[in-house]
Nanobody, 125 residues
Framework: QVQLVESGGGSVQAGGSLRLSCAASGYMFSTYCMGWFRQAPGKEREGVARINYSGGDTYYVNSVKGRFTISRDNAKNTLYLQMNTLKPEDTAMYYC??????????????????WGQGTQVTVSS
């Protein structure tokens, strides 16, 4: 069974940092594009970052550029999101998802699947 499990969320003050993890199982993780998404109350789900199968190509939504870093460890079947200089507007439920095989997937228009259960990030001011 394909499964993604997010962890690492929590409550921090503005300016703080968190590192989210997404543990993947049940498929060939190392051949797929992976992405992080978030959804705040009353807002649409937003693609945050994505990374290609090898980790050599990354993309970030403008609002997190320079603050967030997406990475992966294919040997551990794990996706990461390092979040620095957190802002209250980063408060959301964060999800990881699987994109397409080999060729990476658009955050906004691509097809994403195998959604995890999410991990809550709360940033206070």
């Amino acid at each position: 069974q394909v499964q993604l499990v997010e962890s690492g969320g929590g409550s921090v003050q503005a300016g703080g940092s968190l590192r989210l993890s997404c543990a993947a199982s049940g498929y060939m993780f190392s051949t797929y594009c992976m992405g992080w998404f978030r959804q705040a109350p009353g807002k649409e789900r937003e693609g945050v970052a994505r990374i290609n199968y090898s980790g050599g190509d990354t993309y970030y939504v403008n609002s997190v550029k320079g603050r967030f870093t997406i990475s992966r460890d294919n040997a551990k079947n794990t996706l990461y999101l390092q979040m620095n200089t957190l802002k209250p507007e980063d408060t959301a439920m964060y999800y990881c998802a699987t994109g397409s095989k080999w060729v990476c997937t658009s955050l906004s228009s691509g097809s994403w699947s195998n959604w995890g259960q999410g991990t809550q990030v709360t940033v206070s001011s």
